[in-house]
């Protein structure tokens, strides 16, 4: 197998608690991702014509390129937010850590 592995990157509302963020992870997982982390961070941004800032939920999902599409399907039909963050790119990883997230289904 190769090193490569596809790394996508959302985030979710900060009055998500902890068990909310875990149940969204657990799905991803069920939809074929191979490791969802997350953590809290404060994100700056423009939205309806106003900088704003706030609190969120970083998360970032590790899958392969077979469940990439999948895993982005149902971060969609999922997400709370109106325009959902879903940023994906391509990563080199240690072969035995590419190879574990290429072999999940």
């Known amino acids: 197998m190769n090193t490569t592995l596809w790394v996508i990157k959302t985030t979710l509302p900060d009055s998500f608690r902890e068990f909310e963020i875990t149940s969204f992870a657990q799905s991803l997982v069920e939809c074929g991702a191979a490791c969802v982390q997350h953590?809290?961070?404060?994100?700056?941004?423009q939205w309806e014509g106003a900088i704003t800032q706030?609190?969120?939920?970083?998360?970032?999902i590790k899958v392969s390129n077979a469940?990439?599409?999948?895993?982005?399907d149902c971060i969609t039909t999922s997400h709370?937010?109106?325009?959902?963050?879903?940023?994906?790119?391509?990563?080199?990883?240690?072969?035995?850590?590419?190879d574990w997230v290429?072999?999940?289904n």
Do not use: C, L
Not at 39 to 45: A, L, N, P, Q, Y
Not at 67 to 72: G, P
């Open 67 to 72: 469940n990439k599409q999948r895993v982005m």
């Open 54 to 60: 706030g609190k969120e939920w970083a998360v970032q």
């Open 80 to 98: 709370p937010y109106d325009i959902p963050q879903i940023i994906t790119y391509q990563a080199e990883a240690s072969r035995d850590y590419a």
């Open 102 to 104: 290429n072999s999940q």
């Open 39 to 45: 953590h809290k961070i404060v994100s700056t941004f």
